[in-house]
């Protein structure tokens, strides 16, 4: 059984950079075929995916996010990564890491964090 604890800051200020972790348990980031990804929930709204790293280190991003979005691992801690820089308010949410091993879904998430971008 897959297990992901993400972790890091839950208040940010307005303009700075928002880092958070994903540590994996249960399996190794770089077993085939599993796609690790990023997404969060505003207040009110949708689930929205930011991006994802994949089994060989490839990374893919939400066009709408991408210039602001830096998702990387490190193999020997089993985690992986999200950065977002120049936070505001619309970026508070529940941060969500999650594994997908096929093109049906998601197989694992973690519990979730929450962050807040407030001054």
């Known amino acids: 059984q897959v297990q992901l604890q993400e972790s890091g800051p839950g208040l940010v200020n307005p303009s700075q950079t928002l880092s958070l972790s994903c540590t994996v348990s249960?399996?190794?980031?770089?077993?085939?075929?599993?796609?690790w990804n990023w997404i969060r929930q505003s207040p009110g709204k949708e689930l929205e995916w930011m991006g994802a790293i994949t089994y060989t280190g490839n990374v893919f991003y939400n066009p709408s996010l991408k210039s602001r979005t830096s998702i990387a691992w490190d193999t020997s801690k089993n985690q992986f990564s999200l950065q977002l820089t120049a936070v505001a308010p619309g970026d508070t949410a529940v941060y969500y890491c999650?594994?997908?091993?096929?093109?049906?879904?998601?197989?694992?998430w973690g519990q979730g964090t929450h962050v807040t971008v407030s001054s």
């Open positions: 249960g399996d190794s980031i770089t077993t085939r075929y599993y796609t």
């Open positions: 999650a594994a997908a091993k096929g093109a049906s879904g998601y197989d694992y």
